[in-house]
T-cell receptor, first 115, second 115 residues
Framework: SQQGEEDPQALSIQEGENATMNCSYKTSINNLQWYRQNSGRGLVHLILIRSNEREKHSGRLRVTLDTSKKSSSLLITASRAADTASYFCAPGGGNQLEYGNKLVFGAGTILRVKS | EAGVAQSPRYKIIEKRQSVAFWCNPISGHATLYWYQQILGQGPKLLIQFQNNGVVDDSQLPKDRFSAERLKGVDSTLKIQPAKLEDSAVYLC?????????????FGDGTRLSIL
C-alpha cells in the first residue's frame, strides 16, 4: 500500500463551522479510507470510498474522491468540540495478494474545534 | 461487540530492559496488526498476522522486537532490550480478514516510555 499525504497539517475552526481536509496519493488505488484519532485513543474507522465512487456521505461526513487528480477530501459539517482529533487517510492498494489490507498512514491533519 | 483490548495502557521502563504488550482482537477477526506510533506521526505497521501466521514483518526490528499469535487469537509483542527510540504508543488492530475493503479496528494502545 502507499502512504497518503494529508493537508493541512493543522486546522483550527469555531464550533459550527465546516472543516475540510485533503489527501493526496501517488499511484492508482482500489479504495481510500479515513480514520479519526482522539487524543490518547486508538484510530477509529470513519468511512471507505471505493475507486468507482466519487462521493460518499455518513452523517455529518462527506468524502469525495478524484482518481484523475489522485486526491480525496473529507468534509465535516457543523463541527463540534468532540470532532477535535487527528484525521488520517489511507489509500488502499488493488493487489490483495501483494497488499493484504495493509495500510500506510501519513502524519495526519490535526483538527481543533473551538467552542 | 467488544472492541480490541490491549494491556497495559502505560509502561515505563529503563533502557536495556525488556517489555511485553498483549492484545486481544475482536472475536472472529482473522487478521491482526501491530503498529508503532511515535509522537506527532501516523502509525507505522510493524507486523501483520493472518490467523497464527505472519503475513508481513518487513518493518519489525527483528534484533530486538518479536511477536507471536500462537493460537490465532491473542497476540503479544515483545521488546528486548529496549532503546530510547522505542518510546512510542504501540497500537494493536484487527480486521475480519485480508480482504482489501475490510476496515481495521484499533485498540487504545500501550504508551511506552523509556528512561
Amino acid at each position: 500500500s502507499q502512504q497518503g499525504e494529508e493537508d493541512p497539517q493543522a486546522l483550527s475552526i469555531q464550533e459550527g463551522e465546516n472543516a475540510t481536509m485533503n489527501c493526496s496519493y501517488k499511484t492508482s488505488i482500489n479504495n481510500l479510507q479515513w480514520y479519526r484519532q482522539n487524543s490518547g485513543r486508538g484510530l477509529v474507522h470513519l468511512i471507505l470510498i471505493r475507486s468507482n465512487e466519487r462521493e460518499k456521505h455518513s452523517g455529518r461526513l462527506r468524502v469525495t474522491l478524484d482518481t484523475s487528480k489522485k486526491s480525496s477530501s473529507l468534509l465535516i459539517t457543523a463541527s463540534r468540540a468532540a470532532d477535535t482529533a487527528s484525521y488520517f487517510c489511507a489509500p488502499g492498494g488493488g493487489n490483495q495478494l501483494e497488499y493484504g489490507n495493509k495500510l500506510v498512514f501519513g502524519a495526519g491533519t490535526i483538527l481543533r474545534v473551538k467552542s | 461487540e467488544a472492541g480490541v483490548a490491549q494491556s497495559p495502557r502505560y509502561k515505563i521502563i529503563e533502557k536495556r530492559q525488556s517489555v511485553a504488550f498483549w492484545c486481544n482482537p475482536i472475536s472472529g477477526h482473522a487478521t491482526l496488526y501491530w503498529y508503532q506510533q511515535i509522537l506527532g506521526q501516523g502509525p507505522k505497521l510493524l507486523i501483520q498476522f493472518q490467523n497464527n501466521g505472519v503475513v508481513d514483518d518487513s518493518q519489525l526490528p527483528k534484533d530486538r522486537f518479536s511477536a507471536e499469535r500462537l493460537k490465532g487469537v491473542d497476540s503479544t509483542l515483545k521488546i528486548q532490550p529496549a532503546k530510547l527510540e522505542d518510546s512510542a504508543v504501540y497500537l494493536c488492530a484487527s480486521s475480519l480478514d485480508l480482504q482489501d475493503y475490510q476496515p481495521q479496528h484499533f485498540g487504545d494502545g500501550t504508551r511506552l516510555s523509556i528512561l
